[in-house]
Every structure is written in structure tokens, then in C-alpha cells.
């Protein structure tokens, strides 16, 4: 039998949770730098491509070799801003999960492959390891309904703020987005924050968030089947 959630249907402009953990629930964040080099290429992945500038920048013939270089990867690499819309996302310290809209079918598959591939490799390469970083393929699953929608970021992010403590500035989340505290360029909160009120407290997204819920209407979304948080 499949896996929980390996088989996919992707849909034009259709709104799922992807998610993965390490191979036998193995971290896969250590240290402060891995969450910052996976939040680092979700940036290159999901932010407009200015081709234009690094054109611009690499036509400087004081351009040091490493800058070349550096110029030149960014120019060769894969660019999603137009095909992937990150609504919402949180890193733990053994899996991950990301609230997608996706423009055209296959657009979460390259941008999973892509992103999958890189940060394995430099993983790997850090740790002075070989071989599979994750449980298997990313698991997939689409969103049905509003309320889905919405019960999906509240869960991703009262995974992030059940580990507050864990770094100063909190586990790395979208939440201080929605929370109005910082703006990060590939987040979308836009679209989620729509149905919360701006002036109420009572109605704040942040009360949503934070209001007792068991998320037992996600058992379909989610990394196991129970009424808690995933581990």
C-alpha cells in the first residue's frame, strides 16, 4: 500500500500541504545555519529573478572570480516566484511543512525537486554524509475547503510556537508575518489574513491561532492520523 499522502493529484491554482521529515524521523536541522541555508533557498527559489541587475553586475571587470561564480549560479538556477505562492511555512527540527499554492500542474513537483536536491546536497556535504536525507518523497495532499485552508495555517504555525524558546527570534515560521512583526519577501499572507479582522482582537488571526483546537478535521493533511501535533 502507498504510502500516507506519496500519491498526488496536482490541480491548476489548486492549494496543498507538502510536507517531509528525515529519514527515520532523523534531524535535519542541527544548528542555526541549516534553518538559515534552507530559508535562504526557499528566498532564491520564490523571490522575482532580477537577471537584468546580475547582468549588469557581472559586466564589472573588477568582479572578483567568487563573485563571478556566485552571479553566474544564481543566474543558472531554477526561479518559481511566478509558479509557487507560499502562504504559509514552518521549519522544525525533523521534518517541515509549507501551505503551497501551485499556478500550473507539476509546479510543486520541480520546485520540491529542486529544493529537496540542494539543501540534501548541502546537508551532506556538512556533515560529511551520503545518501537520502528525507523519509522518501515529499507527501502531498490537497486542500478541499476555506475552512481547510485556514485550519492548515493555524496548524503549521502552532507547530512553530510550541518550540518558541528554541532560538531567540522563535523556530523559523511564517508567523511573525501574519503577526505583523516582520514582512519576508517569498511569504503570502494576504490571501489567509483576508478572513480574519485587523482591528478586533477577539477575530485576530492570532486569536485563531491560538484558540483550543484538536485539527481533527485535518487527519487527511497531516503527517499522522491522530488529533495532536506531528511529530
Known amino acids: 500500500m502507498p504510502a500516507k499522502n506519496r500519491i498526488k493529484q496536482y490541480l ?11 529519514v527515520e524521523k532523523r534531524a535535519i536541522f542541527l544548528d542555526l545555519q541549516d534553518y538559515s541555508v534552507f530559508n535562504l533557498y526557499l528566498k532564491e527559489y520564490l523571490t522575482p529573478k532580477n537577471e537584468e541587475g546580475l547582468f549588469e553586475r ?3 571587470p573588477l ?8 552571479i553566474l549560479r544564481l543566474l543558472r538556477l ?38 529537496g536536491t540542494r539543501y540534501t546536497m548541502y546537508f551532506n556535504k556538512k556533515y560529511k554524509r ?10 502531498g495532499v490537497l486542500v478541499n475547503s476555506d475552512e481547510q485552508l485556514l485550519q492548515l495555517s493555524a496548524y503549521i504555525h502552532r507547530q512553530a510556537l510550541a518550540l518558541k524558546n528554541t532560538f531567540p527570534d522563535g523556530q523559523p515560521s511564517s508567523y511573525f508575518d501574519y503577526a505583523g512583526i516582520k514582512k519576508t519577501e517569498f511569504i503570502k499572507p494576504t490571501e489567509i489574513l483576508s478572513y480574519f479582522s485587523k ?5 485576530s488571526y492570532e486569536a485563531f491561532v491560538n484558540q483550543e483546537n484538536d485539527f481533527s478535521s485535518l487527519s487527511h493533511l497531516l503527517l499522522e492520523t491522530t488529533s495532536g501535533l506531528a511529530s
Open 63 to 70: 568582479l572578483s572570480s567568487p563573485e563571478k561564480e556566485k
Open 58 to 60: 557581472l559586466s564589472n
Open 199 to 203: 482591528t478586533n482582537p477577539s477575530f
Open 78 to 115: 531554477n526561479n518559481f516566484d511566478e509558479e509557487i505562492t507560499l502562504l504559509s511555512y514552518c521549519l522544525m527540527p525533523n521534518h517541515f511543512h509549507f501551505e503551497i499554492k501551485q499556478k500550473s500542474p507539476g509546479s510543486i513537483d520541480k520546485f520540491m525537486n529542486s529544493l
Open 130 to 139: 551520503v545518501g537520502s536525507l528525507y523519509q522518501g518523497v515529499y507527501k
Open 12 to 22: 491548476e491554482n489548486g492549494y496543498y500541504h507538502i510536507y517531509n521529515r528525515g
